[in-house]
């Protein structure tokens, strides 16, 4: 069998398991057709970024449209009983505003609106591989290359590969760089978010003279206004959106996008599909075995970690095919295993022994 099909099988089996996900595993449901050292030699091979864009590159050509959107973020899933090396180290997790042990991730993520489908068109992993001195001039270890540097390799590979209309990011990767780099270098437009402190020109002579102000001292509620930011040499749309959170608290978003002929309802709209990015990461940690690999090496981590993004591909056909979402899809799935699974308990608990006779 070649590497095409083991990873098809695998990424299979990353569907239905409903416990690790092991190389013997596989081997036993497939009644040792496929031995547990191929799937070795597979998780062993080269899979990287490529392999996840060679393996969704005809899905995402037919739900490409002219309004496609690329997302880009980053997550971290926890392996804190995971040995530590280069890929599974502790990084800083902005959300819990703490070091969390495990694999960070920054991901490309094509969403078409047009079909409701979204796919990972591209992934790096950071790998703190490089020895450096700490503050306190302790020896740890940093990546060679930073998430915003891995932003932008993925977004020209993904204008290269597909195209988009816009490129959607949190403020972490909002810097004026990473504009540029799409605006001008890719030719096509942003939506970011803003931190409430960024300094903005009001106006092109402002910015001449080096006079800025906080983003937070503008009036901007339900309303869009042009600007100029530093080290960025074109105009930006600039809007604040007020909103309730499910505990009844207010929180507040300040929104960037190089297309000037947005006004506030439409920035806002097609902002919001950002978190269809965080819908996958959710997916993939809860339906396709993300975090459930007891891999040992950097290769095998990530080539498990690839495969269940392959994996959610398979999802999202399955949800177009039953109109089901991925979750109640994986319910089915467990379903048919579970009566399976009590029909043979049935068989297994009919005997012809005298159970009474045994248990005296």
Not at 96 to 101: C, E, I
Not at 178 to 188: E, H, R, V
Not at 271 to 278: A, L
Not at 321 to 341: P, Q
């Amino acid at each position: 069998m070649n590497v095409n099909n083991l990873l098809d099988l695998y990424t299979g089996y990353l569907l239905v398991t409903p416990t690790y996900s092991t190389a013997t595993g596989l081997s036993l449901v497939t009644d040792n057709s496929v031995g547990h050292e191929q799937i070795t030699r597979l998780l062993s091979s080269k899979i990287d970024s490529r392999t996840l864009w060679l393996e969704t590159k005809a899905m995402v050509h037919e739900i490409r449209s002219s309004e496609g959107l690329l997302i880009i973020d980053d997550s971290i899933e926890p392996k804190k009983h995971t040995k530590t090396n280069p890929l599974i180290n502790w990084h800083y997790d902005h959300c819990s505003g703490k070091n969390v042990k495990g694999v960070n991730f920054v991901s490309s993520y094509y969403y078409s609106p047009k079909y409701d489908i979204g796919l990972p068109v591209g992934v790096e992993f950071v790998k703190k591989d490089v020895a450096v001195l700490n503050k306190k001039r302790k020896p740890t270890f940093k990546s060679k290359e930073t998430k915003n540097e891995m932003m932008r390799r993925m977004v020209v590979q993904a204008n290269h590969n597909i195209g988009f209309r816009y490129v959607l990011a949190d403020s972490w990767f909002s810097s004026s760089e990473n504009m540029s780099c799409i605006a001008q270098d890719c030719n096509s437009d942003f939506i970011m978010a803003l931190k409430s402190n960024r300094a903005v020109a009001l106006s092109e002579q402002d910015k001449a003279k080096g006079i800025y102000q906080s983003i937070e001292s503008l009036t901007l509620e339900e309303r869009t206004m042009s600007v100029y930011l530093k080290q960025y040499s074109d105009p930006i749309l600039i809007t604040k959106q007020v909103f309730k959170n499910g505990d009844g608290s207010t929180g507040t978003l300040y929104l960037a996008t190089s297309d000037l002929n947005l006004d506030y309802q439409s920035l806002t709209t097609i902002y919001q599909k950002q978190w269809k990015v965080e819908e996958f990461f959710r997916s993939i940690k809860n339906n396709t075995a993300f975090a459930k690999a007891p891999t040992k090496t950097v290769q095998t981590q990530q080539a498990h970690f690839i495969a269940s993004m392959i994996a959610h591909m398979k999802l999202e056909r399955l949800k177009i095919r039953t109109h089901k979402n991925h979750y109640a899809v994986k319910s089915e799935i467990w379903l048919a295993a579970t009566k399976a699974a009590w029909k043979q308990w049935e068989e297994l608990s009919t005997s012809n022994s005298n159970l009474k006779k045994i248990a005296a």
